[in-house]
């Protein structure tokens, strides 16, 4: 069987897969009852299922294929590498030429005081090596008191131990007793969900000194990092308003910790610069990286490390307990090199900043006069719809919160796209070489599955 050949019914893999697979972030029972959905290829924007039905991948698979779907170069790229050298570790004095070629490359694109790059295989391995990076920091600086790391609440760093702690999904700490210790968590700048009472910048300068008064109520020595995503992805597209990132600026700038922009998202290009910190004007002492630095063709994640904390870790020497087998692994390295070549060559972050992104986001600003929509938001290409059941009164959510957005979510699926449902709220990140006539049949295709969500909604009562 391969990608493009399926021979399988349907039924037959959704009853093996229901019987043997463990999916992520899933309800096994309620998932094996109804059966799974099978992708079988794509190419593009475009899946295509085990019935043959084509499907608009509005998500990028899962916020990652940057450059599409089925580029042969990528893949010819990871066949050469391991044709040559399939594996080997950079554990003991050793390297090799992907990973050296690598390094250099995202040294390029990264802000200037950022050089250096340790490699894993997720984002969630960036975030537990950051974890560790920021502590053993502080304690090389003979300051072993500043071990506090604040997230915010709805942030999303990943589902190991560090990644949950770090994050702010309290469904996720309740499994596993989490978080770590000396882990807090301070407000999210949710405008329309958390602080439509107030002005938008009001409200920004209201949630970013949120870490101001934790800085300070914990101690300032008491702190080693402050994480926060550009835009919150996971947690629903929270895109900031503009006085919340200048005012986060200040704060950090007065105050001596540091400060760690997850870049697993806003990265390479989804924002129409290299990272999402750069968007902001941000200065991040550390950058995890993962998904569209391959755009998902091999697994691969990183943390890219600023001369501060470098020449702090190397501080009278000493070894970094910390690696894993597959750091650096030659053949991603290979799919991230040449991925980062289409993406640089086919000029794909200044289309997303002055072409498909500005194009996407003007028809996706007016879905907001659909009568389910309470407020469409995009920046770069990330956009949210936040799904009222009264339109009269936008910030009232629904009775029974999530259950609009899981039957519009499936709706859109029937209506062939992929959008995700956070709550109430859907979501697009679609990938970056989305051309003008797909962004208007996605745009065409969400207001289809508006109006039959909203049918149905009226139908079952839970409008109004
Ligand atoms: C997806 C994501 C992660 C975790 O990455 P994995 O590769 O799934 O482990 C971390 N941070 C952010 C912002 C993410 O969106």
Known sequence: MTAHSNVYPTKALQDLDAAHHWHPFSDMKSLNAEGTRIITSADGVWLRDSEGKKILDGMAGLWCVQVGHGRTEIADAVHKQMVELSYYNTFFKTTHPPAVALSEKLASLAPAHINRVFYCSSGSEA????????????????????????????????????????????????????PIPGVYHIDQPYWF???????????????????????????????????????????????PPDSYWPEIRRILKERDILFVSD????????????????????????????????????????????????????????????????????ACAAAALANLEIIEREGLVGRVKNDIGPYLKERWLKLAGHPLVGEARMTGLLGALELVPNKTNPHKP???????GTLCRDISFENGMVMRAVRDSMIISPP???????????????????????????????LG
Request: hydrophobic share 40%; aromatic share 10%; net charge negative.
């Open 432 to 462: 970056l070489v989305l051309t003008h006539e797909e962004a208007d049949l996605l745009v065409k295709t969400v207001e289809k599955t508006l109006d039959d969500t909203f049918q149905v909604l009226k139908q079952d009562g839970l």
């Open 127 to 178: 975030n537990d090596t950051v974890f560790r990076m920021v502590r053993t920091y502080w304690d090389k600086l003979g300051k072993p008191d500043k071990k506090g790391i604040i997230g915010r609440w709805n942030g999303y760093h990943g589902s190991t131990l560090a990644g949950t702690s770090l994050g702010g999904m309290k469904a996720m700490h309740a499994q596993g007793d989490l």
């Open 263 to 330: 870049e697993v998202i806003c990265g390479f290009g989804r924002m129409g610069e290299w990272f999402g910190s750069g968007y902001y004007g941000m200065e991040p002492d550390l950058m995890p990286i993962a998904k569209g630095l391959t755009s998902g063709y091999l697994p691969m994640g990183g943390v890219m490390v600023s001369d501060r904390v470098a020449e702090g870790l190397m501080l009278a020497g000493g070894e970094f307990y910390h690696g894993y087998t597959y750091s650096g692994h030659p």
């Open 398 to 404: 629904f009775r029974d919160a999530g259950t609009a």
């Open 193 to 239: 969900g958390e602080g439509h009472e107030m002005d938008p910048d009001e409200f920004g300068i209201f949630t970013a000194r949120k870490l101001e008064q934790a800085i300070d109520e914990i101690g300032e020595d008491k702190i080693a990092a402050f994480i926060a995503e550009p835009v919150q992805g996971a947690g629903g597209v929270i895109i």
